[in-house]
């Protein structure tokens, strides 16, 4: 499960949630767009990743609005201007990471579970 917080005067007021598996195709294809593979390999720690992603988002910043609102649906415009930046991060890295589990498998590779 991936969550965000939303937060009013400092206290969290909602919290959204999506199941990787429920996000669509579309919304993959634009968080890939965002991210630049290449630059990740398995040798990565979470430290790394994170900064990297971090600077991929801030590039691709225009586009990251219209994918959080379809990856939590219930999230509204309001809502996601109420969330702190530094939130979005490990949400963008957790559907990346779910991504490329479920690719492994599908290109012959081993893990996930449609190998």
Same mark, same amino acid.
């Given at each position: 499960?991936?969550?965000?917080?939303v937060?009013?005067?400092?206290?969290?007021v909602?919290?959204?949630?999506?199941?990787?598996?429920?996000?669509?195709f579309?919304?993959? /294809?634009d968080i #890939?767009?965002i &991210?630049d @593979?290449?630059?990740?390999?398995?040798n990565?720690?979470?430290?790394?990743f994170?900064?990297?992603l971090a600077?991929?988002?801030?590039?691709?910043?225009g586009?990251?609005?219209p994918?959080?609102?379809d990856v939590?649906?219930?999230?509204? /415009?309001?809502? #996601?201007?109420? &969330?702190? @930046?530094?939130?979005?991060?490990?949400?963008?890295?957790?559907i990346?990471k779910?991504?490329?589990?479920?690719m492994v498998?599908a290109?012959?590779g081993?893990?996930?579970?449609?190998a």
């Amino acid at each position: 499960m991936i969550s965000l917080n939303v937060y009013k005067s400092g206290k969290v007021v909602k919290t959204v949630t999506a199941r990787p598996e429920n996000i669509m195709f579309g919304t993959i /294809e634009d968080i #890939l767009a965002i &991210v630049d @593979v290449d630059v990740f390999d398995n040798n990565l720690d979470n430290v790394t990743f994170a900064k990297a992603l971090a600077s991929m988002v801030v590039k691709a910043f225009g586009k990251l609005r219209p994918m959080l609102l379809d990856v939590f649906p219930d999230m509204t /415009e309001e809502d #996601l201007r109420n &969330v702190r @930046v530094g939130d979005i991060v490990p949400v963008v890295m957790s559907i990346i990471k779910y991504t490329f589990a479920q690719m492994v498998p599908a290109a012959g590779g081993s893990g996930g579970k449609n190998a």
